[in-house]
């Protein structure tokens, strides 16, 4: 009841440079990386031809990976800012577009789980991006967001560290009991899937049947990252609007384009 109001007394703004309209703005929208194939039937790298596996896919524990977005410009910003600057409203924002983004999966999960923070990390910040994202992807779904993990540890900042080292750090750092089904595993971004798969492994140990990772955003070397929205025959705001729900229009076809994702108010 409180979220008009609070609009009219905090206008949202843009969520990737601060100051257009909410939640990106066109010169972002411009900018945006949307990963669409032909990519990696595993974990949706971009690829110049569909293949089943990459160099890039997460590890065995993870069946499948997807994120909506290339993890760079407008999209790193905004995460940056739902992780340190409490814009909680970027979760909701981006959900859309990751509820999109696995609509080519196969299969059908039966719970959406999140990567926890640790106690030091969710006090300073003051709530769980991770678990904002899960709420907001959740819904749109069909299926419950539900706490599946705990997280016994806290490795320390996992930027500086390779893949074999963050790997390692993330040894049993993740318990989980009591689960069944097919789970979805929500995090803000897919750099090396060291985090996803330490806990996609404890999922699987503790009865999940399998384990999908679902991310806002990935990392995508420069060598393969595709153009921004505009290089793939898009027309200008055709992939996000502000406010805008409705598929995405493929410009180069006149018609809706489901696949592209859009981005919730």
Not at 20 to 45: K, M, T
Not at 52 to 71: N, V
């Amino acid at each position: 009841m409180l979220a008009p109001l609070l609009d009219v007394l905090f206008p949202r703004r843009c969520a990737g440079c601060g100051s257009g309209p909410w939640p990106f703005c066109d010169a972002c929208r411009s900018e945006l990386i949307v990963l669409s194939p032909p990519w990696c039937e595993r974990c949706g790298a971009p690829a110049a031809r569909p293949v089943a596996s990459c160099r890039d896919c997460p590890p065995e524990a993870i069946a499948i990976a997807r994120a909506p977005f290339g993890f760079d410009g407008p999209i790193r910003r905004s995460i940056h800012r739902l992780k340190f600057g409490g814009w909680r409203a970027v979760a909701d924002a981006l959900g859309g577009a990751m509820a999109q983004a696995w609509a080519d999966v196969a299969w059908t999960p039966s719970a959406v789980t999140w990567v926890p923070l640790s106690r030091e990390r969710l006090a300073a910040r003051g709530y769980d991006q991770a678990r904002a994202l899960a709420r907001a992807v959740a819904p749109r779904l069909g299926v419950p967001a539900v706490p599946l993990l705990r997280r016994l540890g806290d490795p320390g900042p996992q930027a500086r560290r390779g893949a074999a080292a963050r790997r390692e750090a993330m040894r049993g750092v993740f318990a989980a009991e009591g689960v069944s089904g097919r789970v979805v595993l929500v995090d803000d971004v897919l750099t090396t899937g060291a985090t996803g798969g330490a806990c996609a492994s404890v999922l699987l140990e503790a009865g999940a049947q399998a384990v999908g990772l679902l991310t806002a955003a990935r990392a995508v070397s420069s060598a393969r990252r595709p153009r921004p929205i505009l290089g793939h025959g898009l027309a200008s705001g055709s992939v996000v609007a502000p406010g805008n729900r409705s598929p995405a229009v493929d410009a180069s076809r006149g018609r809706s384009d489901p696949r592209k994702p859009t981005l919730g108010r």
